[in-house]
C-alpha cells in the first residue's frame, strides 16, 4: 500500500528558484494538507484542501501556493524560495476534515541557500 | 500563537516504568484531540485519539486523558518499552484544520 508518497525526498535550491514539492495519495481521501516542521516549532500547517477545487490557507501560508485539480494530487509550490523556507516538509490526509486522523508522508526535507 | 504547545521538549524513563506526555491547548473551539509518534526520517503515524465528548481513551499500553476545564491533555505509556522511544506530537483538531504542539522526545532506557 502506497498510502501518501511525496517527491522528492531531499532538495537544495538557490534563493528566488521556484519549485513544485509534489504529493499523492491512493486512499481515495477528500482532505489533504501540507506542515512544515521546524526545531521546537512543532508541525505548522501551511494550506490545505478539502476536495478537488477546493483550497484554504492554515497558519504560514505566505510564499507558498497550492492546487487541488484531482482527488489524488496536491503540489505545494514555493514561487521564490528564501532561506527562511528551509524546512521539512510533511503531505497528509484523511478522508474528511476535524474528527479523523490524518496519514503522513515520509517528508521532503528542503535546503535554500 | 501556539494554540497547542508540549512544555517538555524531552522525557527520559526506565523501560517498565510509566511515561506521561503532557498536553495544553487554548483554543475551546477544539473538540477532537491525537497523539501521533515519529520516528527519525519518517512521516508522523496516529496512535490514539479522543473526542471531547470523553474523558479517557484506551488502546493497550496507551491512554489519553483530556480535562477540558483544564485544557490539558495527556498520554500515559505502561508499561513503557526500549521500540517507544520517538518524538511524540499532541494535536488539536476543530473544523478544517488540525494544530500541532512543538513534539517531546521519549527516551526509554533499557
Known amino acids: 500500500n502506497a498510502g501518501v508518497t511525496q517527491t522528492p525526498k531531499f532538495q537544495v535550491l538557490k534563493t528566488g528558484q521556484s519549485m513544485t514539492l509534489q504529493c499523492a495519495q491512493d486512499m481515495n481521501h477528500e482532505y489533504m494538507s501540507w506542515y512544515r516542521q521546524d526545531p521546537g516549532m512543532g508541525l505548522r500547517l501551511i494550506h490545505y484542501?478539502?476536495?478537488?477545487?477546493?483550497?484554504d490557507q492554515g497558519e504560514v501560508p505566505n510564499g507558498y501556493n497550492v492546487s487541488r485539480s484531482t482527488t489524488e494530487d496536491f503540489p505545494l509550490r514555493l514561487l521564490s524560495a528564501a532561506p527562511s523556507q528551509t524546512s521539512v516538509y510533511f503531505c497528509a490526509s484523511s478522508y474528511r476534515p476535524g474528527n479523523q486522523p490524518q496519514h503522513f508522508g515520509d517528508g521532503t526535507r528542503l535546503s535554500i541557500l | 500563537d501556539q494554540q497547542v504547545k508540549q512544555n517538555s521538549p524531552s522525557l527520559s524513563v526506565q523501560e517498565g516504568r510509566i511515561s506521561i506526555l503532557n498536553c495544553d491547548y487554548t483554543n475551546s473551539m477544539f473538540d477532537y484531540f491525537l497523539w501521533y509518534k515519529k520516528y527519525p526520517a519518517e512521516g508522523p503515524t496516529f496512535l490514539i485519539s479522543i473526542s471531547s465528548i470523553k474523558d479517557k481513551n484506551e488502546d493497550g499500553r496507551f491512554t489519553v486523558f483530556l480535562n477540558k476545564s483544564a485544557k490539558h491533555l495527556s498520554l500515559h505509556i505502561v508499561p513503557s518499552q526500549p521500540g517507544d522511544s520517538a518524538v511524540y506530537f499532541c494535536a488539536a483538531s476543530g473544523g478544517n484544520d488540525m494544530r500541532f504542539g512543538a513534539g517531546t522526545r521519549l527516551t526509554v532506557k533499557p
Open positions: 484542501s478539502v476536495g478537488a477545487g477546493i483550497t
